[in-house]
């Protein structure tokens, strides 16, 4: 698999997590949660705690990972067009995510998922300096 391969295959992965986790009843999402924390080892009182009191953790990681494998797989012409992409995403989630009874959509998950949005904006534009130097 080449390059774009990766990339779409990982678009297609982290977008359908979003919405299935965005969309899931709440109730669901934190029992998928606590499995995935048993699973993982994950100690129960730090970082778990730490990720269910300050959702907008996951916001900001979520969309910065999405961001990211969107810049690498467009080209430099279409680089403008990834940050654009990503808002309109998110957006469509929070709509989504008004049909789901347990679930709510507000401005306040769009600015966090925008938080994320620039995060991984900035991470590429640094990315790209180091490799441009290095090259």
């Known amino acids: 698999m080449n390059r774009f391969s990766w990339s779409v295959t990982g678009i297609i992965i982290i977008a359908t997590g979003i919405l299935i986790l965005s969309c899931l009843p709440l109730r669901s999402f934190n029992l998928i949660y606590n499995q995935l924390v048993h699973t993982l080892r994950v100690d129960n009182t730090s970082l778990s705690h730490f990720i269910i009191s300050h959702p ?3 916001h900001i990681a ?3 990972v999405f961001t ?3 810049f690498f797989s467009m080209n430099e012409r279409w680089e403008w067009r990834v940050p654009v992409i990503a808002f309109v995403f998110g957006g469509v989630v929070e709509v989504l995510q008004l ?3 347990t679930r709510g959509s507000s401005l306040g998950d769009l600015a966090w998922n925008f938080s994320g949005i ?3 904006t900035a991470l590429w534009r640094i990315f790209r300096r180091i490799t441009d130097s290095k090259s």
């Open 56 to 58: 907008d953790v996951g």
């Open 62 to 64: 979520a969309y910065s």
């Open 68 to 70: 990211l494998i969107l």
């Open 99 to 101: 049909s789901v009874p």
């Open 118 to 120: 620039l995060l991984g």
